[in-house]
């Protein structure tokens, strides 16, 4: 059985893939399809004209780094110790 992965390519960060299909449905959402049309960096491309981020740009960036952050704490076991499948931290 293949799962289909969707890459978006991304000038910063290469290619983001969005692996889980959660991910995925919540980037399709018109909520966050909206965030193409504002600035990240506010009046700044007035001055810079490359300066044209924005905050859905910026939000893929940010999952992109957080899954690799989460990706490497999952692998240090100092991280894991004492923790199981089951258990809650409730």
Do not use: C, W
Not at 12 to 32: K, S
């Amino acid at each position: 059985m293949t799962t289909s992965t969707r890459r978006i390519k991304d000038p910063v960060h290469g290619y983001i893939e969005l692996d889980e299909p959660l991910v995925e449905a919540l980037v399709d959402t018109p909520a966050f399809q909206r965030l193409r049309h504002v600035r990240q960096l506010s009046g700044t491309h007035l001055v810079y004209p490359g300066a044209t981020h924005t905050r859905f740009e910026h939000s893929l960036g940010v999952y992109h780094l957080g899954s690799r952050v989460f990706e490497s704490l999952r692998d240090q076991p100092y991280f894991t110790d004492g923790a199981s499948a089951g258990n809650s931290t409730r």
